[in-house]
T-cell receptor, first 112, second 111 residues
Framework: EDKVVQSPLSLVVHEGDTVTLNCSYE??????LLWYKQEKKAPTFLFML????IEKKSGRLSSILDKKELSSILNITATQTGDSAIYLC????????????FGKGTKLSVIP | DVKVTQSSRYLVKRTGEKVFLECVQD?????MFWYRQDPGLGLRLIYFSYDVKMKEKGDIPEGYSVSREKKERFSLILESASTNQTSMYLC??????????FGNGTRLTVT
């Protein structure tokens, strides 16, 4: 059974801190790993990492895929209160797979 | 920008009622999905559709059915709502192997 595990489950930091969120995956025929940010409504897409694109960066957010360790990290530098959200990690797997397996998420709270 | 629209943000229904949740996407995506999201359990796939009139069960299809008569519309049906179906329901669409684009969700309460 495919599995995606995120840690920690929740995290509280102060504004300006740097945080690292972790995601490990056990999936058949791994294809890609995705990160989403969810505030009060729908998850919004952040990054997709594949074998040909193992590092992505956008502003203060960056993500790296480690295919040997079957894991990924999401880094947020100089955190702001607007970064408070649930961060979801998910993986596509299998030939012709339509399914995305999600982790349970990391709830990040950034306090002033 | 991709837009995925769910017809209701909040719904309150009674046990035993038939409930329809509607989802429409405007990007001509082949694939559409219904998830439910519960605290501590994360997102779980109920059903998905890879083309018009095609559907596949996800991880938790029991108590649900779906309909996809047109490419842009994917409906989730609760034949006889029960209290354990109280949840946040998220619709999503995508091109194959591309990121999912989610709607804003429908928070369903069954009393």
């Amino acid at each position: 059974e495919d599995k995606v595990v995120q840690s920690p489950l929740s995290l509280v930091v102060h504004e300006g801190d740097t945080v690292t969120l972790n995601c490990s995956y056990e999936v058949t025929n791994f294809r890609s790993l995705l990160w989403y940010k969810q505030e009060k409504k729908a998850p919004t897409f952040l990054f997709m990492l594949t074998s040909s694109g193992i590092e992505k960066k956008s502003g203060r957010l960056s993500s790296i895929l480690d295919k040997k360790e079957l894991s990924s990290i999401l880094n947020i530098t100089a955190t702001q209160t607007g970064d408070s959200a649930i961060y979801l990690c998910a993986s596509y797997s299998g030939a012709g797979s339509y399914q995305l397996t999600f982790g349970k998420g990391t709830k990040l709270s950034v306090i002033p | 920008d991709v837009k995925v629209t769910q017809s209701s943000r909040y719904l309150v229904k009674r046990t035993g009622e038939k409930v329809f949740l509607e989802c429409v996407q405007d990007m001509d995506h082949e694939n559409m999905f219904w998830y439910r999201q519960d605290p501590g359990l994360g997102l779980r796939l109920i059903y998905f559709s890879y083309d018009v009139k095609m559907k596949e069960k996800g991880d938790i299809p029991e108590g649900y059915s779906v309909s996809r008569e047109k490419k842009e519309r994917f409906s989730l049906i609760l034949e006889s709502a029960s209290t354990n179906q109280t949840s946040m329901y998220l619709c999503a669409s995508r091109e194959i192997y591309s990121p999912l684009h989610f709607g804003n969700g429908t928070r369903l309460t069954v009393t």
